[in-house]
C-alpha cells in the first residue's frame, strides 16, 4: 500500500522498518521537528526522522498540522492509509479523513486502560499486572478508535524503558499485519468499551520526586515506570540522587532511613535495596559501586 508514517521517538523505528521491509510504499516520513541537543544544542533530529533519511525516505517536519497548507498537501500524497505511531501532535479531522483506508494508530496499552501521553509510565506507575500493544483505527476523540488487533504482556519487575522496547518490536509486527489484513479486506474492528476509560497524562516533574512515607510497593512501581526518563528522586546529603532501581527487602524504621548497608530504605510500610543509582552530573552506576563512592551509612535520611 501507499503510506505515510507519522512517529518521532526511538519506539516509533521498529514499526517503520517493519513496513519497509513489507514492500509497502513509504509516500513520505512525518516527525517532529529537530531539537537541540548537547552542550552545543546543536539540532539533531528524531530517530524517526534520522532513520527515514538514512533510508531515502522524503521526511516533513511540520510544527501543525491545523494550517490549510499542511493538510492540502498532506492530502496531496493519494495515500492508501496513514500508519502513526507516537507522532506527537494532534491529527485534525482534515488529515485523519485524508487517507483512502483511514489512520491507524499503534498505542502502548491496554485500551480503553490508559488513553494518552504516557501510557507505558502509567500502567507501571500504577502497579498494573499486565498491559499490552493496540492497532487502532483514529477517530477524532483521544485514542477512543476501534481496535484491529492487540498483544498482551506481563510487567512483572519490567522498568518502563524494558516494556518500551519489547512493546515497540511487539507492535511493529502488530501493526504491519494489521496494514495487511486492511490491504486484503480481512480487518476487523472493535468497538472499544468507554467502560473503565484511565487517561495517561503527561509524567510531571511534582510526580518524580520520592515520598518515603509511602508503602515500598508504591515507591518500587514509581521508580520503575520513570525508569529510564525522567527517573524518581531524592536527596542524600542535600545531593539530588536519582533512583533507577530498587528491590523489595525485609526491615523498618523511619521512612527514608538507612537500614541497611546495600544500602536499604525504610518506607512507610516495608523497606527497598538500591540496586542502581545516579548522581547529578554523573554517570548511573550499581549500589555496590555507589557505596565504595559516597557510602550511604545506617542512621542516615534521604529525604
Known amino acids: 500500500m501507499r503510506l505515510a508514517f507519522m512517529g518521532t521517538p526511538d519506539f516509533s523505528v521498529p514499526t517503520l522498518a517493519e513496513l519497509l521491509m513489507r514492500g509497502h510504499e513509504i509516500a513520505c516520513v512525518y516527525s517532529q521537528p529537530a531539537r537541540p541537543k548537547g552542550r552545543g544544542l546543536t539540532l539533531e533530529p528524531s530517530p524517526v526522522a534520522a532513520f527515514a533519511g538514512a533510508h531515502g525516505l522524503p521526511v516533513r517536519t511540520p510544527a501543525t498540522l491545523r494550517t490549510a497548507e499542511a493538510q492540502g498537501e498532506f492530502s496531496a500524497l493519494d495515500l492508501d492509509a496513514a500508519v502513526v505511531v507516537a507522532y506527537g501532535l494532534l491529527l485534525p479531522k482534515a488529515v485523519l479523513d485524508a487517507p ?97 476509560a484511565t487517561y495517561a497524562k503527561k509524567i510531571l516533574k511534582m510526580e518524580t520526586r520520592i515520598d518515603w512515607s509511602k508503602p515500598a510497593r508504591e515507591i518500587d512501581c514509581l521508580i520503575r515506570g520513570l525508569n529510564p526518563a525522567p527517573a524518581a528522586w531524592c536527596e542524600a546529603r542535600g545531593e539530588r540522587l536519582k533512583i533507577l532501581f530498587a528491590e523489595p527487602a525485609d526491615g523498618a524504621g523511619a521512612p527514608g532511613t538507612v537500614i541497611g548497608e546495600e544500602p536499604t530504605i525504610a518506607c512507610g510500610e516495608g523497606a527497598l535495596k538500591l540496586m542502581r543509582l545516579q548522581r547529578a ?23
Open 100 to 196: 483512502r483506508l483511514g489512520c491507524f494508530n499503534l498505542h502502548g496499552s491496554l485500551l480503553p486502560r490508559w488513553r494518552g501521553a504516557a501510557p507505558i509510565e502509567r500502567a507501571v506507575m500504577a502497579g498494573d499486572m499486565t498491559t499490552g500493544v493496540m492497532a487502532m483505527r483514529m477517530d477524532e476523540g483521544l485514542d477512543t478508535g476501534p481496535v484491529l488487533s492487540s498483544a498482551e504482556t506481563k510487567i512483572g519487575r519490567k522498568t518502563s524503558g524494558d516494556l518500551r522496547d519489547e512493546l515497540a518490536t511487539t507492535g511493529a509486527i502488530l501493526m504491519a499485519e494489521a496494514m495487511a489484513a486492511l490491504e486484503n479486506g480481512t480487518a476487523r474492528e472493535t468497538p472499544q468499551d468507554a467502560e473503565g
Open 281 to 303: 552530573g554523573k554517570s548511573a552506576m550499581d549500589a555496590a559501586d555507589f557505596q565504595r563512592g559516597i557510602h550511604l551509612a545506617k542512621g542516615e535520611r534521604l529525604t
